[in-house]
């Protein structure tokens, strides 16, 4: 206003923004860092998760092929068998039955009596040796398949073996085996009448068959504390320890001839055991070798009978 210049400085100094400095650049590469090595550690955690998971599956899908290649092999193994009883075992009786009957329908006339019934009584064997065999291989393809059917009831034990003593009474006849059925008192059990039938037919069977001439076969039977005792003793050949556990095992046992070479398939035993638990029942064995076998089933009492009593 009066004239006079006056002349006044001012400085301004113009700082990089925030994300242009020095700290925060060293910052970002730091987080930057880190993310891509979090990054990196989930990635390789995951394929190695995703690798256990596969070998996982594929230790599984190994197992199942393992599995189902070994229940083929046995089931081609049973199949093997199942032709082998048709084609021999079963062909054998019924040829022989064939024979009989060809011999008596040609000859009718001219055979005596007597030699007339001696060929009726060996077709009546043979025909019941092709029914035990029909039987026990029915049971037992029921079995493996899981198709058997459990129908538990109240019924006669007496009824039972009195029927099974009867049915191989010729068969002991024949072999002149003294051959006798004991039960003192009426029993009744509680399971599946016709399971229990095939049980008692396959022991006794087996005894007549391993036992020789002029021997004893005795069929026992006691209830004692809600359990029925039924013992199959046999002056029979009897089992070594060792033939004895293989029968005790859960595998096949091995086939062996009778003492009048009877042939036999070893089903009737894996029957008996399969059927006895079945029946929520237990079995003992006992044998010595050249002296004779005693098989021993414990059964359930029926327990309407036990409460009447």
Same mark, same amino acid.
């Given at each position: 206003?009066?004239?006079?210049?006056?002349?006044?400085?001012?400085?301004?100094?113009?700082?990089?923004?925030?994300?242009?400095?020095?700290?925060?650049?060293?910052?970002?590469?730091?987080?930057?860092?880190?993310?891509?090595?979090?990054?990196?550690?989930?990635?390789?955690?995951?394929?190695?998760?995703?690798?256990?998971?596969?070998?996982?599956?594929?230790?599984?899908?190994?197992?199942?092929?393992?599995?189902?290649?070994?229940?083929?092999?046995?089931?081609?193994?049973?199949?093997?068998?199942?032709?082998?009883?048709?084609?021999?075992?079963?062909?054998?009786?019924?040829?022989?039955?064939?024979?009989?009957?060809?011999?008596?329908?040609?000859?009718?006339?001219?055979?005596?009596?007597?030699?007339?019934?001696?060929?009726?009584?060996?077709?009546?064997?043979?025909?019941?040796?092709?029914?035990?065999?029909?039987?026990?291989?029915?049971?037992?393809?029921?079995?493996?398949?899981?198709?058997?059917?459990?129908?538990?009831?109240?019924?006669?034990?007496?009824?039972?073996? =009195? $029927?099974?003593?009867?049915?191989?009474?010729?068969? *002991?006849? !024949?072999?002149?085996?003294?051959? %006798?059925?004991? #039960? /003192? +008192?009426?029993?009744?059990?509680?399971?599946?009448?016709?399971?229990?039938?095939?049980?008692?037919?396959?022991?006794?069977?087996?005894?007549?068959?391993? =036992? $020789?001439?002029?021997?004893?076969?005795?069929?026992? *039977?006691? !209830?004692?504390?809600?359990?029925? %005792?039924?013992? #199959? /003793? +046999?002056?029979?050949?009897?089992?070594?320890?060792?033939?004895?556990?293989?029968?005790?095992?859960?595998?096949?046992?091995?086939?062996?001839?009778?003492?009048?070479?009877?042939?036999?398939?070893?089903?009737?035993?894996?029957?008996?055991?399969?059927?006895?638990?079945?029946?929520?029942?237990?079995?003992?064995?006992?044998?010595?070798?050249?002296?004779?076998?005693?098989?021993?089933?414990?059964?359930?009492?029926?327990?309407?009978?036990?409460?009447?009593?």
């Amino acid at each position: 206003r009066d004239g006079t210049e006056r002349i006044s400085s001012l400085s301004i100094g113009v700082d990089y923004p925030f994300w242009l400095q020095w700290w925060f650049i060293l910052i970002s590469v730091a987080f930057l860092g880190l993310g891509i090595f979090g990054i990196a550690r989930l990635y390789s955690a995951r394929t190695l998760r995703d690798k256990q998971r596969l070998e996982r599956i594929l230790k599984e899908r190994t197992r199942e092929i393992e599995e189902s290649r070994a229940e083929l092999a046995d089931l081609n193994q049973k199949k093997d068998l199942i032709f082998s009883i048709l084609s021999h075992d079963l062909r054998g009786p019924l040829t022989t039955l064939k024979g009989f009957l060809s011999l008596l329908i040609d000859n009718t006339d001219a055979l005596p009596k007597e030699d007339i019934r001696k060929h009726a009584n060996n077709i009546r064997n043979s025909l019941n040796s092709s029914i035990d065999l029909l039987d026990n291989t029915l049971y037992w393809s029921l079995s493996q398949t899981g198709n058997i059917s459990f129908t538990p009831s109240d019924f006669s034990l007496n009824k039972v073996l =009195t $029927k099974i003593h009867q049915l191989y009474q010729l068969t *002991a006849d !024949q072999k002149k085996i003294d051959f %006798h059925l004991d #039960v /003192k +008192d009426p029993i009744h059990v509680y399971g599946d009448e016709n399971m229990i039938y095939v049980v008692f037919r396959n022991i006794v069977s087996n005894a007549l068959k391993f =036992t $020789k001439e002029g021997k004893r076969v005795d069929i026992l *039977a006691y !209830q004692e504390n809600g359990t029925a %005792h039924i013992t #199959v /003793k +046999d002056e029979g050949v009897g089992m070594s320890a060792d033939d004895l556990l293989k029968l005790m095992s859960d595998d096949q046992p091995a086939v062996k001839t009778g003492t009048a070479l009877e042939k036999g398939t070893g089903l009737g035993l894996v029957l008996c055991k399969n059927f006895i638990r079945l029946n929520q029942g237990d079995f003992h064995i006992k044998s010595v070798e050249k002296e004779g076998t005693e098989f021993t089933v414990l059964l359930p009492r029926s327990t309407h009978n036990q409460d009447r009593k």
